[in-house]
């Protein structure tokens, strides 16, 4: 079983997000904000008809062996909101924040062409 799952591309629009993550042979499935909404063995996901500034969370999960799911990655991120007349620009940036069995990282930015990233590797107990 692969340990080094990771997101591997995340896109946003307004009203659709996107991201793939490590492929594998393994059977993963993706909850949105706690309900399965995929299953099977392809290493990508595709949300569409999502609303502005909506915030979701996505868990992905592998299957075990035994049959049992195991969270593997998480993923809190949004849609874009794009107002050119808005006063608080602040209110434009996506924020995503990713949690793997290794690192969590923070990506900020007002599109995908100006994203700032910071990663950190987590540390064994």
């Known amino acids: 079983m692969n340990e080094e799952w990771d997101i591997e591309l995340l896109e946003q629009t307004d009203s659709m997000i996107s991201f793939n993550w490590t492929p594998t042979d393994e059977i993963s499935r993706v909850k949105k904000n706690g309900e399965v909404v995929y299953m099977g063995t392809q290493a990508t996901f595709r949300d569409d008809g999502l609303s502005a500034g909506e915030v979701i969370r996505y868990t992905i999960e592998r299957q075990s062996p035994q049959g049992k799911w195991i ?3 998480k993923l809190l991120t949004g849609t874009e909101k794009r107002d050119p007349d808005c006063i608080n620009q602040l209110e434009q940036i996506v924020l995503s924040t990713i949690v793997s069995h290794k690192r969590v990282s923070l990506a900020w930015g007002p599109s ?12 064994n107990s």
């Not at 995908?112 to 540390?123: D, E, G, N």
Request: hydrophobic letters at 45%.
């Open 71 to 73: 969270p593997t990655l």
């Open 112 to 123: 995908m062409a100006s994203t700032h990233t910071i990663s950190t590797a987590m540390a």
